[in-house]
């Protein structure tokens, strides 16, 4: 038996919900053969329609917000549109890295129909940050240590794997990132660290509620495989706080 959703906050207008990693919020183009999504689970648990705002890659585990209705809906993707969504992620990179930078790397979109190269390049701005790093006695690259660092990301636009593909350009590519990172390293995690995939969570999104105007801060725990290896890393003091779910049976507009 599927086990139910992680609800993170839930009124009458919006629910936030933790998205578990490898799971595609909901149809699309690329998800050929796919057959169970994040859209229909909630769905299903919540036992009403939800209406999608905005994006998470499938591998990203993390807060994900869904409207309750079409007005609210609306309202969300105008505010993610606007940058009015202030949205922090964790991720686990190779390498030691920057203190504290501004990444502006324009980016084509990879997943368009013409070649990359014909694709016109977007504006794409993340801050990052480094929290703490790990320096490990093993060989896995051509050093006899490998470092790695926890790197706080906050996004100011929103294109796709954009956080990926900014720290990979950087020098600094997310552990267990197939297309963008290092498969020796990748390996590495999977094989002995017992962490097979994508290590990018979101575990932050603010915003004020489109009815209320009550500004919303929503923390997302991490899932059990990035848990573990903090612990291990001696970095659980950067864990995100467990939320209190909150359920508000209505908001007063």
Same mark, same amino acid.
């Given at each position: ?11 009458? +207008?919006?629910?936030?919900? #933790? ?5 595609? @919020? ?13 859209? !229909?689970?909630?769905?299903? !648990? ?5 209406? %999608? ?41 190779? $390498? ?42 093993? !060989? ?8 790695? &660092? ?15 593909? +900014? ?12 297309? #963008?990172?290092? $498969? ?26 489109? @009815?209320? $105007? ?6 997302? %725990? ?11 890393? $001696?970095?659980?003091?950067?864990? %995100?706080? %467990? ?6 049976? &209505?908001?007063?507009?």
């Amino acid at each position: 038996m599927t086990p139910a959703l992680s609800l993170l906050h839930q009124d009458d +207008h919006l629910v936030a919900v #933790h998205k578990p990693a490898g799971l595609l @919020v909901h149809r699309s183009a690329l998800a050929r053969g796919e057959r169970e999504f994040l859209l !229909q689970r909630l769905r299903d !648990q919540l036992g009403r329609r939800v209406y %999608p705002v905005h994006r998470l890659d499938r591998p990203t585990s993390g807060v994900i917000v869904f409207a309750l209705d079409p007005e609210t809906a609306a309202a969300l993707q105008a505010a993610f549109a606007a940058r009015r969504v202030a949205k922090r992620y964790l991720a686990v990179v190779r $390498g030691i890295g920057p203190h504290q930078e501004r990444l502006d790397y324009p980016l084509r979109d990879e997943e368009g129909r013409r070649p990359k190269a014909e694709m016109p390049a977007m504006e794409a701005v993340t801050e990052i940050r480094r929290l703490d790093s790990v320096e490990l006695p093993v !060989q896995v690259d051509r050093y006899p240590q490998s470092r790695y &660092s926890l790197m706080e990301a906050r996004p100011q636009t929103g294109r796709r794997h954009q956080i990926r593909r +900014h720290l990979s350009r950087r020098g600094y590519p997310i552990i267990g990132d197939a297309k #963008h990172g290092k $498969g020796n390293h990748n390996r590495f995690f999977a094989e002995h660290l017992e962490c097979p995939r994508l290590l990018l969570a979101a575990v932050g999104l603010a915003f004020d509620h489109p @009815v209320s $105007g009550e500004r919303l801060d929503l923390c997302c %725990p991490l899932d059990a495989c990035m848990t573990t290896l903090f612990e291990r890393f $001696g970095w659980s003091g950067h864990l %995100p706080a %467990p939320p209190r779910h909150r359920h508000h049976p &209505s908001v007063m507009p």
